[in-house]
Nanobody
Framework: QVQLVESGGGLVQPGKSLSLSCGASGSIFNIYKMGWYRQAPGKQREMVATISSCEDGVTNYADWVKGRFTISGDPAKPTVSLQMNSLEPEDTAVYYC????????????WGQGTQVTVSS
């Protein structure tokens, strides 16, 4: 099992920035990927960004991010962060930390979620 604890989030005005962080504990040695997903009211959960926990640290972003968000991670701890700039009201959602584990098959683990509200 992997436990994920998020921090950050809150209320921010349009155009401003916000940072999210997530730390993993438990069976962390089999984590191969971490990232962030989000779910807005009435919508399905969608990928925001992911980062490989391998040495290459390959990142992947949703097309709509358009360079506004930056994901970073430290595989040794492991932690993952999301720097969000130029936030828009459409970014309002619950943001979930994600960890992919490979051990006898692929398993997904999720944090409890943190609310991000972009409003003036």
């Amino acid at each position: 099992q992997v436990q994920l604890v998020e921090s950050g989030g809150g209320l921010v005005q349009p155009g401003k920035s916000l940072s999210l962080s997530c730390g993993a504990s438990g069976s962390i040695f089999n984590i191969y990927k971490m990232g962030w997903y989000r779910q807005a009211p009435g919508k399905q959960r969608e990928m925001v960004a992911t980062i490989s926990s391998c040495e290459d640290g390959v990142t992947n972003y949703a097309d709509w991010v358009k360079g506004r968000f930056t994901i970073s991670g430290d595989p040794a701890k492991p932690t993952v962060s999301l720097q969000m700039n130029s936030l828009e009201p459409e970014d309002t959602a619950v943001y979930y930390c994600y960890a992919g584990v490979l051990r006898g098959g692929y398993k997904d683990f999720w944090g409890q979620g943190t609310q991000v509200t972009v409003s003036s």
